[in-house]
């Protein structure tokens, strides 16, 4: 048999067309050009092309692997975004005013923060106190506070902002305790109700900006471009193909009795605090009634009384406030409303072993003074102080236990792929990436 074998000669006027050059597109790509037909002036149809396979002389839909896209279109790893689109407008907001609002409020703290060292320090120098210690403290926590958190908030840091969030409402807090304060001290001076208004309206401000929807999606926005989170329905993302909806957190549908035994654990220590603080309170205005030469500032101030009424009444006031922040949002099983326990659970296990260690100092120094017509006010003091003590521990250590955390789960962190509207130009130093042309 000779080689080649003889071939079948073409229908008559058939004439093999000889390849075109293909035309230049804008920039010297090759432009798309439609299939070429078969036969004399196109008799036979366009050119077959198999399913899957770019149409010869066509520029693939998408970026095909080899010559001519033989090897099939490029596979996109899951997670990353398609090569050539640009982010999403949530993922390119410009910094709202909202966070530089949060940033000049918590420079105005820092200056506050830094006077107040350089004043607590020089009064802890010239005349040691108790009290002038905690001033000390707490306003270096201020300083530290306001110097960390504003570059961080900037960089849309979520745990800058939920730090910003509890230190804003114990701040309220403090301020509104500071404003009744004033009231009752205002004939010894307006200076404390002055400075009571003024930490009360910079607070509330904070809270505001921080709770604002601006805010709040500049958070987000950083932490979807850092690929730490899902989230279904963006701003700007409505309707897009490509999005990746949020996965739900996975919550037993039943709650589990560490769980319930988390929520009952909080609600008692929040009625234990609302009792200790109607005593304290109760207390101090019985003796300003009973006694002439006490004053009610003086019945919450005054001596020893400072330590075995006024700063316990404020400890309380804070502790039942954090309890009852805490205990709706585990009721529905927020994960913040854990994380938010812990905080505050560790804190309540230092106060209440304050406010136990100055009421067994207040018992040894006035248990031979008590008449004896009338009641013994310390063992149910004791008892109270205790469960509170008690109490505390127990919410710490439920705030770890695994039925608490399956019941509060944490969003699942995952990476957002966005794909882009139809005619958006891509951003500023962003080049799309285009295929390669066929070769043949």
């Given at each position: 048999m000779a080689f080649p074998p003889p071939q079948t000669p073409p229908p008559g006027g058939y004439q093999p067309v000889s390849p075109q050059p293909r035309p230049q597109g804008a920039g010297g790509g090759y432009a798309s050009v439609p299939p070429r037909p078969m036969g004399p002036g196109g008799a036979y149809g366009p050119v077959a092309t198999p399913a899957g396979q770019p149409v010869p002389g066509q520029m693939p839909a998408q970026p095909h692997m080899g010559p001519g896209g033989a090897y099939g279109p490029m596979?996109?790893?899951?997670?990353?975004?398609?090569p050539g689109q640009m982010p999403t407008p949530a993922m390119t907001m410009t910094k709202p005013g909202t966070v530089t609002g949060i940033q000049v409020i918590l420079w105005i703290f820092l200056a506050i923060g830094a006077l107040?060292?350089?004043?607590?320090?020089?009064?802890?120098v010239n005349a040691f106190h108790p009290l002038g210690l905690i001033a000390v403290v707490y306003a270096l926590y201020v300083t530290v506070?306001?110097?960390?958190?504003p570059v961080h908030i900037a960089r849309?840091?979520?745990?800058?902002?939920?730090?910003?969030?509890?230190?804003?409402?114990?701040?309220?807090?403090?301020a509104a305790v500071g404003i009744v304060f004033g009231i009752v001290l205002i004939d010894y001076g307006v200076l404390p109700l002055v400075l009571g208004v003024v930490f009360a309206a910079l607070n509330g401000t904070l809270l505001g900006l921080l709770c604002s929807r601006s805010a709040r999606q500049w958070i987000l926005m950083h932490r979807m471009q850092r690929g730490e989170v899902q989230v279904a329905g963006a701003p700007g993302t409505a309707g897009m193909p490509?999005?990746?909806?949020?996965?739900q957190p996975e919550r037993p549908e039943t709650r589990p009795g560490a769980a319930l035994f988390a929520v009952i654990a909080v609600w008692l220590f929040a009625a234990l605090c609302a009792w200790s603080l109607w005593v304290n309170v109760k207390g101090g205005m019985d003796m300003a009634a009973a006694l002439e030469y006490t004053s009610l500032?003086?019945?919450?101030?005054?001596?020893?009384?400072?330590?075995?009424?006024?700063?316990?009444?404020?400890?309380?006031?804070?502790?039942?406030?954090c309890a009852l922040i805490?205990?709706?949002?585990?009721?529905k099983g927020a994960a913040g409303a854990r994380i938010f326990g812990v905080v505050w659970s560790i804190g309540a296990v230092l106060l209440v072993g304050y406010m136990f260690t100055f009421l067994v100092i207040d018992y040894l120094q006035h248990r031979d003074f008590i008449p004896p017509w009338v009641s013994n006010p310390y063992p149910m003091a004791f008892a109270r102080h205790a469960a509170l003590q008690v109490l505390a521990i127990v919410i710490l250590v439920l705030m770890f236990v695994p039925g608490v955390r399956r019941w509060t789960p944490s969003r699942p962190a995952a990476v957002v792929v966005m794909m882009a509207p139809p005619g958006a130009q891509a951003p500023q130093g962003h080049m799309p990436q285009q295929p390669y042309p066929p070769r043949y």
């Open positions: 596979e996109t790893p899951a997670g990353q975004p398609v107040g060292d350089a004043f607590s320090i020089i009064n802890l506070q306001s110097l960390l958190t849309g840091k979520r745990w800058a902002w939920i730090w910003n969030l509890v230190s804003t409402v114990i701040g309220l807090v403090f490509g999005t990746v909806g949020a996965p500032p003086g019945a919450f101030l005054d001596g020893d009384l400072l330590w075995t009424r006024g700063v316990p009444t404020v400890i309380c006031a804070v502790l039942l406030i805490c205990a709706p949002g585990l009721t």
